[in-house]
């Protein structure tokens, strides 16, 4: 991971679709440190999409899954995860 303070963090993902040129999606794991220890942490799904538009191309990014997070925590990954996008 490259984000400027999280650099000593594993970053696992896992496709879960690709259909070039128009999507990629992937799942990545959300822990915090208390869970770090456990076998199967949840996942929250990022989907890419392009589309043609009349000025060029449209990208279109849609996080989901955080209402499957164990209770309190989808929230929480949300307001975690803002920071990061915002720089991407």
């Not at 076998?39 to 990208?59: I, K, Y």
Request: glycine share 6%.
């Amino acid at each position: 991971m490259t984000y400027p303070g999280y650099e000593h963090v594993p970053w696992k993902a896992r496709v879960v679709r690709m259909e070039a040129p128009h999507s990629f999606a992937f799942e990545w794991p959300h822990m915090d440190e208390a869970d770090e220890a456990i076998d199967e942490p949840a996942w929250t799904l990022v989907e890419f999409r392009l589309e043609p538009t009349q000025d060029g191309t449209r990208l279109t990014i849609v996080e989901s899954g955080f209402d499957a997070l164990p209770e309190g925590k989808g929230a929480l990954a949300m307001r975690r995860n803002e920071p990061g996008w915002e720089e991407q």
